[in-house]
């Protein structure tokens, strides 16, 4: 039998404590939800379980559905508007475009979109905003949030909302740190 001396003995036991100790700590914390911070660092809406794009049915100007299969996307700012777009829809469109502009050199990553009832009516918007992408939807209750900007992943994933009047700075810094955090797109 291998004898510990007494000083052996406290060391030991105080290795185990200083190691024991914070872990017991840890998970009493996070499963019991203690000290968790409450504000949360996004500024828009996190849609759980997140929507599919392709599930959205979009059309193009020609007709044609979008996005086409096989299509590899970038991070979309989708505008969506239940009516035909009028002055606070243009404001909301310079607004993201502003955005846009505003994320430098990570700006090449997103492509905006709006997306309206019926784009024939709204083609003078293509020439104002020439990289703006025009799609039309007929489905209206797709789009649960209703009117408002969505944002969407590169593999399709409709994860977050922002109201029509919360657009600018909010949208922005999220979108910088989910760019910075993101190996895709």
């Not at 243009?90 to 993201?96: G, H």
């Not at 104002?128 to 209206?140: A, G, M």
Request: hydrophobic share 40%.
């Amino acid at each position: 039998m291998i004898k510990i001396e007494k000083t052996g003995q406290f060391t030991l036991y105080a290795l185990l404590l200083v190691t024991v100790i914070p872990l017991v700590f840890a998970i009493v914390m996070y499963f019991g939800a203690w000290l968790v911070p409450s504000d949360r660092t996004n500024h828009g809406q996190l849609l759980l379980p997140p929507d599919n794009i392709k599930s959205l049915n979009l059309e193009d100007t020609q007709g044609s559905p979008w996005p086409t299969v096989g299509q590899s996307l970038n991070w979309l700012m989708i505008y969506y508007e239940s009516q035909p777009c009028q002055d606070t829809c243009v404001e909301q469109m310079r607004l993201m475009r502003q955005v846009h502009i505003a994320l430098g050199k990570e700006s090449g990553r997103i492509q905006r979109v709006l997306v309206l009832p019926d784009v024939s009516e709204n083609m003078p918007l293509e020439q104002q905003y020439p990289h703006l992408q025009l799609l039309q939807s007929y489905n209206p209750e797709q789009f649960a949030m209703g009117k408002g900007l969505y944002i969407v992943d590169p593999n399709g994933n409709i994860m977050m909302y922002y109201p029509a009047n919360d657009m600018g700075q909010a949208v922005r810094k999220d979108l910088k740190k989910l760019l910075r955090n993101s190996t895709i797109g």
